[in-house]
Each structure stands twice: as structure tokens, then as C-alpha cells.
């Protein structure tokens, strides 16, 4: 296209740090339009230019970020960090290169998921063609509107786990339910819960469109409520470590899992959860946790912490926590004390993980 020879890379750099407001809109404009209408020069030409507009980027208005965003949505060479802070940026600069930008990877798209809100999510959910990869990352999130704007999504591909909850979530949620009931490819084996989840209208829909015997679904669903209002409750216990175990891992995804959980559930003398907790930090079993702090509380406790990384200085408020809940534990002081140090000092985590399991086959 000519650039290099018309302009100097050094002056694009010089005009992008002047402190006229002006220059800055109009070299930004310009570079963006350059930029939408093929690929430049060479790879060294499209970075210094990818790098030039990443400086003006802040120093621009909201509609150059808009006018940017849909100008270079549809192109292919666009530079990959500048399309990905616009996909960061607030959602009216965002949509156009979160619907459409082929510059954006699978994994661009999962972390943005995972970092930003629901609104982001929901644009990448209406996305062509994402991947069982991005969609199960979206589904995990349990948000109505984004499951409904991916379920909506024909071209989306979803897993049998992803239909699954999409399913029951729809329990509660009618305009999901309608947007499964029009999926070509939702799974055989879910439509009797779809059924049972919707009304009359929809149910004979559900019928037609799926070709099943709606008379006999709906004797099944009669039976399953029959069962469901005679079965035993189910067992608190259980059921509290079900919620231990997923509110966990809920943490432990966002990156949210740290000492201050450990201490924050012994504090409220939630047990179970910090037992769930440490054992995930700490890389071992639930079941090996609790063995091991049977056998030696203090010193299980110790190799427990340093298997999770937790440092040794949080080790004391995590102890007085435990004395707190009115778990047994010997004191920091004495024999029990040292051997206790021993798991900082004589053990590597991957080291003090070992021996957790190995003192749990001992209880």
C-alpha cells in the first residue's frame, strides 16, 4: 500500500505523544481506516502501527473506540492486542469485535468470560460458531439471560453436560425453556425433563417437534411427582457437603481460594467447608484431609498449609481459628510445636502433599 513510504513511523510515534487533543483524533482515524482496508507493508509496519494506536487509545473519545471496533471487526490482520482491548472495553465498544472479530482465540474469548461480566458474556453466547470449550465456560456460570442468548444461538455448540444445566436452570426460567424446545440438537434423553418443566402449551410442542408420545411423558412426569412426594428426605449431611464441595471449586475457578477462606469458615464454624477448602489448596482428598487431621490435628494441619502455599505466617491465625471452632488441637508451644515447624522447614509443597497422604494412611 505504500505507508512506509509516505510516512515516517518516528512522526506517527511523535504526533501519537503530542498533547493536542486534535492530532490525537485525527491520527487515530486515520490509522484505523488504514487499517480496515487490508494488511500494511509488512509485519513490522502493521506492529508499529497496532502499537502507535494502543498509545492513543486512552487518548481518545468513546465514539473513536466504537467507529475503531466496527471498522476492524471483519479483519482478519488486525493487530491482535489492539482487538483485545477493545473486547475488555465497555460493551457498545466491545460487540462488534466479541461477535465477529477472527483475530480472537478460543482461549481470548474463555478468559474474557471468565474476567468480565455478564454483559460480555452474553456477547460472546450470541458469537457464531463458539466452541463446546467456550460455551461449557459460559454455562458454568448459571446467568438465565446468558444461557438464554447462547441456547438461542443455533450455530453454538453445546455439550450433554452443558444441555443438561441449560435444563435445569430452565426449571425457573420460561424463556429459556422455549429457546431449548426450538434446538435441533438437544439431547433425546433431556426432553422428559423439558417436558416436565413446561406448561401445557409448550409440552404439546415439545411433542410435535421432538416426534415423543406426549400422553406418555406426561404419565411419566405424574409418577416421578408421586415418587418424588413420597421419597425420604434427602440427608442434611450430604447435602452440606455437596454445597461445601461446589462452592469450592466456584472459588477455586475464579481464582477466588485463598488462606482467608480457611480462616473466614472456621471463623463461622463452617467445618465442612474448611475441610474442603484446605484439602483443595493442599492438593489432597477430602477424605485424606480428614484422616490425616485425625491422626495429628497440629501436624496434619502444618503439612496442610504448607502444601497449599499458605504462608507460614498465616499458620498461627489458621491454629487459633481451629482452638475457635472447638476443633482439638494441640498448642504452638513444646514438642508438638516443633514438629509442627518441621513441615515449613524440612518440606517443599509438593514435599509436605506426600506426606499429608502418607500420615492419612496411618490414621
Request: with cysteine; hydrophobic share 45%.
Amino acid at each position: 500500500m505504500g505507508f512506509t513510504s509516505q510516512f515516517k513511523m518516528a512522526d506517527l510515534a511523535r504526533l501519537a505523544q503530542s498533547s493536542d487533543p486534535g492530532h490525537h483524533d485525527q491520527l487515530f482515524a486515520a490509522l484505523g481506516s488504514l487499517s480496515a482496508l487490508g494488511p500494511l507493508d509488512d509485519a513490522a509496519t502493521e506492529d508499529a502501527v497496532g502499537q502507535i494506536m494502543i498509545i492513543l487509545y486512552p487518548k481518545v473519545q468513546q465514539n473513536a473506540h466504537i467507529s475503531l471496533s466496527n471498522k476492524l471487526c471483519k479483519a482478519a490482520w488486525a493487530a491482535h492486542p489492539l482487538i483485545l482491548i477493545m473486547a475488555r472495553d465497555v460493551p457498545p465498544i466491545a460487540r462488534p469485535v466479541i461477535s465477529s472479530s477472527p483475530v480472537l482465540r478460543d482461549s481470548d474469548l474463555i478468559d474474557i468470560s471468565q474476567t468480565m461480566g455478564v454483559e460480555h458474556r452474553e456477547l460472546i453466547a450470541c458469537r457464531p460458531n463458539i466452541s463446546e470449550a467456550i460455551t461449557g465456560t459460559l454455562i458454568r456460570q448459571d446467568e438465565p439471560d446468558v444461557l438464554t442468548a447462547l441456547v438461542q444461538n443455533s450455530s453454538a455448540k453445546l455439550s450433554m453436560e452443558s444441555f443438561a444445566t441449560c435444563v435445569r436452570v430452565s426449571r425457573r426460567v420460561e424463556s429459556l425453556r422455549a429457546k431449548l424446545s426450538q434446538r435441533d440438537d438437544m439431547p433425546r434423553s433431556l426432553i422428559p425433563s423439558l417436558f416436565a418443566y413446561s406448561d401445557e402449551t409448550m409440552r404439546q410442542e415439545i411433542a410435535e417437534r421432538f416426534d415423543v408420545d406426549g400422553n406418555h411423558l406426561s404419565s411419566v412426569v405424574k409418577d416421578a411427582i408421586a415418587n418424588k412426594e413420597t421419597a425420604a428426605k434427602p440427608n442434611p449431611d450430604q447435602k452440606m457437603e455437596n454445597a461445601a464441595r461446589a462452592l469450592v471449586e466456584k472459588l477455586a475457578q475464579s481464582e477466588r481460594l485463598s488462606s482467608t477462606i480457611i480462616v473466614k469458615s472456621l471463623n463461622d464454624k463452617k467445618i465442612v467447608l474448611f475441610e474442603h477448602a484446605l484439602a483443595r489448596l493442599a492438593g489432597v482428598g477430602i477424605e485424606q484431609l480428614r484422616s490425616a487431621l485425625k491422626r495429628d490435628p497440629l501436624y496434619a494441619l502444618a503439612l496442610s498449609c504448607r502444601a497449599a502455599r499458605i504462608d507460614r505466617s498465616v499458620f498461627p491465625t489458621i491454629h487459633t481459628a481451629m482452638q475457635s471452632a472447638g476443633l482439638e488441637i494441640a498448642s504452638l508451644s513444646g514438642d508438638e510445636g516443633n514438629k509442627a515447624a518441621t513441615a515449613f522447614n524440612n518440606h517443599s509443597p509438593a514435599a509436605a502433599a506426600v506426606a499429608l497422604r502418607l500420615l492419612s494412611r496411618e490414621a
